[in-house]
């Protein structure tokens, strides 16, 4: 089985630049994460999707960060205008199992992004 | 704040010793407990999870759970140098929010 999909692995762009982050989770998740991990702030939710609705959206910083999820297989993070510090590690996860079960998330390989 | 509180490190443990590594979290209604294995330049990949107080073994790990002490351990034995990574705890809180901590790093030495 195919297991979540990201795509750019790397970016880099200039300040003031659009970028767009996306992602393919498992075939049968319902539930779908966008992560942001630096060195001093860890593990960051961003926002999570159950079915294709955005749920949570109280860790996405500020409004320059958007994310859509048009159907269940595709899901997009969108910086724009992109600054310095949002440099960092952008993960996606997706799971199927809600309750007690939240946590046996399954990780995309990262969209390194770096905001010159 | 809810919190999940982690020694980052760096542990080093000789290879073929039992490595521990230890994890705290406020929330005393949590519920259900995670441990991930990141490597350096990966994306975390969950290596056990627990849910009632106790020990859970898998292979040559093992999780352990106190509630009442509210800390949560992972046991790694016969340490191998593929086991040198960062390990992040995760902790479901009473609301079902998963709550990570900071990462203990690793490091076997042969």
Known sequence: ??????SPRHEVTEMGQ?????????????YLFWYRQTMMRGLELLIYFNNNVPIDDSGMPEDRFS??????????????PSEPRDSAVYFCAS????GVN?????????SRLTVL | QKEVEQNSGPLS??????ASLNCTYSDRGSQSFFWYRQYSGKSPELIMSIYSNGDKEDGRFTAQLNKASQ????????????????????????????IWGAGTKLIIKP
């Open chain 2, 13 to 18: 443990v000789p290879e073929g010793a039992i």
């Open chain 1, 18 to 30: 659009e970028v767009t982050l996306r992602c393919k989770p498992i075939s049968g998740h319902d």
């Open chain 1, 95 to 98: 799971n199927r199992r809600p």
């Open chain 1, 1 to 6: 089985d195919a297991g979540v999909i990201q």
């Open chain 2, 71 to 98: 800390y949560v351990s992972l046991l790694i034995r016969d340490s191998q140098p593929s086991d040198s990574a960062t390990y992040l705890c995760a902790v479901n809180d009473s609301n079902y929010q998963l």
């Open chain 1, 67 to 80: 994310a859509k999820m048009p159907n269940a297989s595709f899901s997009t993070l969108k910086i724009q």
């Open chain 1, 102 to 110: 939240t946590g046996e998330l399954f990780f995309g390989e990262g």
